[in-house]
């Protein structure tokens, strides 16, 4: 009788949330087995708001699922305000950290989460009395953009000189420092429901202090510290996330430090189809089980290659039973800790797959905590508000998964789409690539083309509506 009556209970109408040029991180086939259509609701950028917020009225849909890239976040704060019956997922609240570096720090700051010193400034003057004052090496990022770009956005500073001469040519704004931290490797592990579920080491090629793999390191899965999985674990529950990465470095004075967290992120197939089932369980209230997922499974799953793991779907392992013989690896493989060893399947059980709290309330409203459009009004995020990411999230990371479908452009390609508008010849086109180099003109062109005309004298408005045309055409068959 009681199953009868949680059968019936009505569940609720799931939508996926789709941004036009951005990879989908779900579709309906992680969503096996959930009985009722799954809506889908495609944002178009420019303009695009109010008819996205009628539409996912018209659809009635209860929970919209899916990552906001950085480009799309504030928009989506004040989209999810109307759509107060709207529950998103992550929400934009666990997605505050998505939006840039400084979200991701000034997150972590709150929660007292272990992260290398961090300075941010959107006062020119009092940047440059700390680039005359502090100590070198550090640490010079790009905030906002694209991410976990392999390192391109990130650079190392070892003098004052060096700070200056690179602030000028980037033009970063916020301006964001960090000191530099000498690290052995650094850690990604992949969290649902705040129970690690994959995790792999990235170490830098010999001498370099990058550690993306782009960059030449090379990555693995064997024995990843509890005490790093448990950072882990609280920076999830921090950002009370359904679905979570966490970069932790790992120092030489042997400190745990967060890099990056977020919630978009590459993941292998399989993983989507456990963060589905993961879903699927939270809005059925329990009528589909949770995902069984033992700790360490990554030490397994790691032993086959990655096109392998690129291909496998819907994995599932028995529960632990004791002199089970099909029991998995749970009772055969122990784990040395310092206080002696444990059996996987003990430790397994001190990672539950959680639920993640409802809130009723704004943790992160935009009115405090956009410092980007508050403070840096006059430089370009006006305008990239309501324009494509230059990269997708998932589709520039370095896990190993994705790193072939990084859009990288070669600065001959880029010449030619540049020399194809009349007006700017060879050297017009090499005067543009002098000052960006092709990674930050893709974004440019992508977000802020009107700089451009901003930056050079020469460069008319009809070069600028031409080029925008030639650049969408040559993007579109990439
Ligand atoms: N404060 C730091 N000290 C030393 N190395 C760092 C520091 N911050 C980042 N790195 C190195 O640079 C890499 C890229 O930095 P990250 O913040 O992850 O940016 P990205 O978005 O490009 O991945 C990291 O994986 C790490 O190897
Ligand atoms: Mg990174």
């Known amino acids: 009788m009681a199953e009868k009556k949680m059968k019936e209970k009505k569940l609720p109408k799931l939508g996926f949330l789709y941004l036009d040029h951005v990879l989908r991180f779900f579709d309906h086939s992680n969503f096996r087995g959930w009985p009722d259509k799954i809506e889908r609701v495609v944002y178009h950028w420019k303009n695009d708001k109010a008819r996205f917020i009628r539409e996912v009225k018209r659809k009635k849909i209860d929970v919209l699922i899916g990552n906001i890239p950085a480009t799309a976040y504030e928009t989506f704060r004040e989209i999810a305000r109307e759509l107060p019956d709207v529950q998103f997922v992550p929400s934009l609240d666990t997605q505050f950290a998505n939006k840039s570096k400084e979200n991701v720090t000034r997150f972590a700051w709150k929660y007292d989460i272990p992260v290398p010193k961090t300075y941010i400034f959107y006062d020119k003057a009092k940047a440059a009395a700390f680039i005359e004052d502090t100590s070198y090496p550090k640490i010079i990022k790009k905030s906002y953009g694209p991410s976990n770009y392999g390192g391109y956005f990130v650079h190392k500073v070892e003098s004052r000189e060096e700070a200056k001469a690179l602030f000028a040519q980037k033009k970063y704004y916020p301006q964001y420092l960090q000191d530099f931290i000498p690290m052995a490797a650094d850690v990604r592990v992949m969290l649902i429901g705040h129970k690690p579920v994959c995790a792999f080491w990235r170490r830098p090629p010999e001498g370099a202090w990058l550690t993306n793999t782009s960059q030449g390191g090379t990555m693995d899965y064997m024995d990843v510290p509890k005490e790093l999985l448990d950072l882990a674990v609280k920076v999830s529950k921090a950002a009370n996330a ?11 004075d042997g400190k745990y430090r967060i890099l990056e967290c977020a919630t978009a992120f590459a993941a292998f197939p399989y993983i989507r189809d456990w963060i589905g089932q993961y879903l699927m369980w939270k809005f059925s209230e329990g009528r589909f089980p949770l995902p069984n997922i033992p700790l360490f499974n990554w030490e397994e799953l790691g032993k086959m290659d990655s096109s392998v793991l690129r291909t496998l779907r ?6 632990y039973t004791p002199s089970y013989d099909g029991a998995y690896f749970l009772d055969r493989k122990v784990k040395k800790r310092e206080e002696g060893e444990i ?34 009004k006059a430089v370009k995020q006006t305008e990239t508000k309501e324009s494509p990411e230059p990269f997708d999230k998932e589709g520039s990371d370095e896990s190993g998964e994705s790193e072939a479908s990084v859009p990288l452009i070669e600065k001959e390609e880029i010449k030619k789409v540049l020399m194809s508008v009349k007006g700017i010849g ?10 960006y180099d092709a990674p930050e003109l893709v ?18 408005k009809k070069m600028l509506r031409e080029l925008n045309e030639v650049w969408s055409l040559f993007k579109n068959r990439l």
């Open 242 to 252: 359904e679905y979570w990465a966490c970069d932790v470095a790992v120092g030489e």
């Open 426 to 435: 060879r050297k017009k086109a090499e005067k543009i690539l002098e000052k």
């Open 314 to 319: 819907h994995i599932t392992f028995g529960r």
């Open 343 to 376: 059996f996987l399947h003990e430790l397994d059980s001190l990672y539950p797959m959680l639920s993640t709290e409802e809130r009723d309330y704004e943790e992160w409203p935009s009115e405090t905590w956009n410092f980007q459009d508050n403070y840096g």
């Open 443 to 460: 974004e440019l062109l992508e977000n802020a083309p009107k700089m451009l005309k901003k930056e050079f004298v020469w460069f008319k």
